[in-house]
């Protein structure tokens, strides 16, 4: 079930992740979703705010937190998450005010996840399509997840 977003709006989400983490940064508040949010970016879906720097045209990881499941309106969760993407993700310091000029947004929009069906675990790799599918493997209480 693909989640079909135009240019435009792929770029308001970008541009409202890098202002949701501007405005905290200056003010400490989360901001409120935009009044002119397109009715479609209201709907409930997963999504992943991934920071990273630009250091000599290479990209470093800075920080990357989401929402697997929709369970939060898009425009929400993608304040909440680039927020969160800034500030809590444990491997990283909180971006500073004076880094947010060199850092770059990336917003993954997730569909709901889809069980994967096998007979044999060597067949679950051809069943996965590299590039596309993302990853949330379980086992016991241990989860992990990868973006496509």
Known sequence: MAFELSIEEGEFLVKLARKAVEDYLKTGK????????????????GVFVTINTLEFDERKLRGCIGYPYPTTPLTQAVIESSINSATQDPRFNPVSQEEIESIVFEVSILTPPERIKAEKPNEYPSKIEIGKDGLIVEQGMRKGLLLP
Not at 30 to 45: A, G, H, M, N
């Open 30 to 45: 989360k901001p409120e979703v935009p009044e002119d949010t397109p009715k479609k970016l209201l709907k409930p879906c």
